[in-house]
């Protein structure tokens, strides 16, 4: 597509080179096989970690846990969300390979699809964030509040993610930047190029991520170190220091996995805008090398909805015993003494 004849579409295309695409466009990491696969086995990850979710919420009586899981099960459904979307689109291109300027000549679907990917991908670090602090608070300031959050109140955080994250993805249809088809021609994302409203999404985008990652990695370390200091305190209660641990392996590792999968491609929309603002205006198509690594970046980041609902599966007590039997709570001073008065056992559960 060039000049007049793009019309309304050369907002959307032109980014990359279509026809030098083409030849290239059956290796392994565009064939229709890879998404298809990736696909597939992060559906059924999350489907298999929701039944899980919803399974160990009806036998818990902790709200600490209970509100612990919303925030879960919010970050597996959007994870979810997020791969039925973006499959339903992407995958039925690799195997028909249908002409996008001609089926989506206004670029509506594009826009869906950047949205889509904004969207999905922002929600899940904003989440991981906003768990460290909720932990954070519930282990280092326990009596700054008389209660944990309720259900009610944890699921109206989730939405209110869910909210900021569709503003942000709004941005570009709203004018600031521009959704654009990627490379090998199969998917919408932001656009990497040197004008001012593309920079300055970028940078929000890119940015927003960055601190959302480290924001958690500050309070999940200071969590973890305040765990690691009264984890051998007598005179705490065992099952609850338990649950704290449980909860901060899980979050821990879903940390992990969002830093490893995340953090490339973050670190590298800021490079590649920023070295390119010297030829603001003069670049009008991205290098073939940078299509390329975004595309990679991207897979990278797909293994992130693949793996967080692992971290939930693999990573509770009732795992972690079966392996490490040392890991099972030791018995209660009630349970040692089931003989003792009412009144005592009363006192006793009270202290």
Known sequence: LNGSAAGRAGMCFGVFNASGSRGSAQNSITSPWFSTAFGLIGLCSNLFALCVLLSSSRKLSSRARSSFLVFLCGLVVTDFMGLLVTASVIIPYHFIKFPWAEVDPSCHLCNFLGFSMVFFGQCPLLLGATMASERFFGINHPFSRSTSISKRRAWSIVGLVWGFSCLLGLLPVLGLGRYTLQYPGSWCFLTLLPDTGNVIFCLLFALLGIFS???????????????????????????????????????????????????????????????????????????????????????????????????????????????????????????????????????????
């Not at 290098?287 to 897979?299: C, D, G, N, S």
């Not at 599966?313 to 392996?323: C, E, K, M, P, S």
């Open 213 to 351: 990652v480290l924001l958690s990695f500050v309070f999940n370390t200071v969590s973890v170190v305040t765990l690691c200091r009264v984890y051998h305190d007598r005179e705490s209660v065992q099952r609850r220091r338990d649950s704290e641990v449980e909860m901060m392996v899980q979050l821990v590792g879903i940390m992990i996995i969002a830093t490893i999968c995340w953090m490339p491609l973050l670190v590298f929309i800021i490079q590649t805008v920023l070295q390119q603002l010297p030829a603001s205006g003069h670049i009008q198509v991205l290098p073939t090398e940078t299509q390329k690594m975004l595309l990679i970046y991207i897979r990278m980041v797909t293994w992130n909805q693949i793996l967080d609902p692992w971290v939930y599966i693999l990573f509770r007590r009732a795992v972690l015993q079966r392996i490490y039997p040392s890991l099972r709570p030791r018995p209660s001073i009630i349970s040692l003494y089931p003989v003792l008065n009412p009144s005592l056992r009363r006192k006793l559960t009270t202290d």
